[in-house]
């Protein structure tokens, strides 16, 4: 679809969305993506600029975490409007920074060169109402089969919270695992929420149940027991 300035727009993909398919230089080699990720969870995420501060502590941050999302199956992948050049010299630059005890900070996920803006324009990682030439914060999770689970949007100014993104990516895969719902403030161990009861004679069993490991406080909200 064309705007009257004959511009391309892209709708922007919503969560349950497939991934929109690109292929792209980064800083790890050319990929191709979700095909090249299929059956792992991504993180894909922008950044304004190389070279910013809040840009870099965050960097530091994903890097220092890498193993820890890949235990969980779980790839990283940035980007930024910035030149595949001006990323290897900023990368490198990381290595020799030092905050909140991350120090020699290695970023081995590719972070992808968008100069012309086509994969952030897919995304709608540009937003005007931020800046016409930088990407917001975004992040995308996606799922093995490279369906978009979840959006997040931060402002330019505001750097991102790791440990919820973390969080969001264990919510998700307990859920799929088990076929549940997580509560506010969930974290893994803790006890989760069963589908609400389809008829009225499901909802009076839970209500009347005597498994120890179900308890309700109303026929529509019930809960499993994690931990005994």
Known sequence: MENTNNLTTNRMPLIGD???????????????????YKGKWVILF?????????????FMTFAAMADEFKAMNTE??????????????WLRKIQELEWKGMKNVEVKFPLIEDIRM?????????????????????????DPEGKIRTILYYPISTGRNFDEIKRIIQALQKADKDQVAT???????QDVIVP???????????????????????WFMCFKRENK
């Not at 950044?47 to 840009?55: E, G, K, M, S």
């Not at 509560?183 to 161990?189: E, K, L, S």
């Open 46 to 58: 922008s950044h304004p600029a190389d070279f910013t501060p809040v840009c870099t502590t965050e």
């Open 196 to 218: 609400t009861a389809g008829s009225c004679g499901v909802a009076k069993e839970r209500m009347e149940s005597q498994d120890e490991d179900l308890y309700c406080l109303d």
């Open 76 to 89: 990283l992948v940035g980007l930024s409007v910035d030149s595949l050049y001006a990323h290897i010299a």
């Open 183 to 189: 509560p506010a403030d969930w974290r893994p161990g």
């Open 18 to 36: 497939m991934a929109p398919a690109f292929t792209a230089v980064t800083t790890q080699g050319t990929i191709n993506f979700p095909e090249d």
């Open 118 to 142: 086509e994969v952030s324009n897919k995304y709608g990682m540009i937003q005007p109402g931020q800046s016409n030439t930088q990407a917001v914060r975004a992040v995308f999770v996606i």
